[in-house]
């Protein structure tokens, strides 16, 4: 149980440092959208270099092309981002988790940031897949489906114990099918460790 509250506070005081960083650049996006569709386009397959990944960043976070460059902590904190989010989506232990506030968020505040990181999700999927999604298969399709009807939930539901569990539930959906997508359009990578062996 410990370890499971130990990584709920990692993730909580990660969702701080993006919001923190979005507050300081004053963007008008949400952070999980931006998170959303960062692993949209990994999880379908796409890698993005450097100098896109920050364009791609200033565009969600509207801010103009420069303020990567100009600003000392921007591009720094999204490189070690991408990496950390690319690193969860292959990690074996499926520890990855969207960028969602914690508990002590009003339950309306989570769901739109929930909804805020499907939609970011379908987006940077539909992005780096395009035709390739309408060839995947079925669960696949039927999850990208499940995940459009997702991004369409108001934040007006009626907040209680049982939209308490629902949220909980849906969050969990998302990100298996988050990870069911990235294996299904990333090929397996061979494990660092093996060398090659000699004949």
């Avoid at 952070?31 to 791609?56: F, K, T």
């Avoid at 459009?148 to 939930?153: D, E, G, M, R």
Wanted: glycine share 6%; hydrophobic share 45%; net charge negative.
């Amino acid at each position: 149980m410990a370890e499971t509250d130990i990584s709920g506070a990692a993730r909580a005081a990660e969702f701080e440092r993006w919001a923190n960083v979005f507050t300081a650049h004053k963007a008008f996006s949400h952070p999980s959208e931006l998170h959303g569709a960062l692993c949209g386009r990994l999880a379908a397959g796409s890698r993005i270099e450097e100098l896109d990944w920050l364009a791609m960043v200033c565009e969600h976070m509207g801010l103009p092309q420069s303020a990567a460059e100009e600003s000392g902590d921007l591009a720094p904190f999204m490189n070690k981002a991408y990496d950390q989010a690319l690193g969860l989506l292959k990690s074996a232990d499926m520890s990855f988790h969207p960028l969602l506030p914690d508990d002590d968020y009003a339950i309306e505040q989570r769901l739109e940031a929930l909804v805020a990181w499907v939609r970011g999700f379908l987006e940077g999927m539909a992005l780096a897949a395009g035709e390739a999604l309408g060839q995947a298969p079925d669960e696949i399709r039927e999850l990208i489906e499940d995940m459009v009807a997702i991004s369409q939930l108001s934040d007006e539901e009626e907040a209680g114990d049982e939209s308490e569990q629902q949220l909980l539930e849906i969050t969990e959906y998302v990100r298996l099918g988050a990870l069911a997508v990235f294996t299904e359009f990333n090929a397996p990578e061979k494990p660092a460790s093996e060398s090659p062996t000699l004949h």
